[in-house]
C-alpha cells in the first residue's frame, strides 16, 4: 500500500520560514510528479507548486520567488522551502503524488501538515 507523509509544518511568525518534507512508504519518488497543495479554512484547495515527471517546475503566482519544492530520489523525498511567509500562507499543506504525466493532481495525497504564520 503507498502512503505520503507531510512533516514540517508548524507555527511561524511573519517573514520566517520553515521546509516542509514529504516522503512515501511502499514506493520511490523516482519516476513520479509530485506537487504540494493547500487548503485555508472556508477555502478550497489550490495548488502550490508542482513538479511534473518531465521536469518542468510550476508555481502559484501568490507564492512564486518565495517557496521552492524539491526532490532528492536518494533520500527518497520531496520539499517546500517556504520562505518570507505572510499570515495569508497559513493553511493546511499537503503532498501530492503519482506516476501520471501532466500538471496533476495525481493519485496519491498525503494526511496534510497544518502551517500557521502568526504573530
Known amino acids: 500500500q503507498v502512503r505520503f507523509v507531510e512533516s514540517g509544518g508548524g ?3 511573519p517573514g520566517g520560514s520553515l521546509r516542509l518534507s514529504c516522503a512515501p512508504s511502499g514506493t520511490i519518488l523516482d519516476g513520479y510528479a509530485a506537487a504540494w497543495y493547500r487548503q485555508a479554512p472556508g477555502k478550497e484547495r489550490e495548488l502550490v507548486a508542482v513538479s ?3 521536469g518542468r517546475i510550476n508555481y502559484s503566482d501568490s507564492v512564486k520567488g518565495r ?3 524539491s526532490r532528492d530520489n536518494s533520500k527518497n523525498a520531496v520539499y517546500l522551502q517556504m520562505n518570507s511567509l505572510k499570515p495569508e500562507d497559513t493553511a493546511v499543506y499537503y503532498c501530492n503524488a503519482g506516476p501520471q504525466y501532466g500538471l496533476g493532481p495525481y493519485e496519491y495525497w498525503g494526511q496534510g501538515t497544518q502551517v500557521t504564520v502568526s504573530s
Open 11 to 13: 507555527l511561524v511568525q
Open 52 to 54: 511534473t515527471r518531465s
Open 67 to 69: 517557496f521552492t519544492i
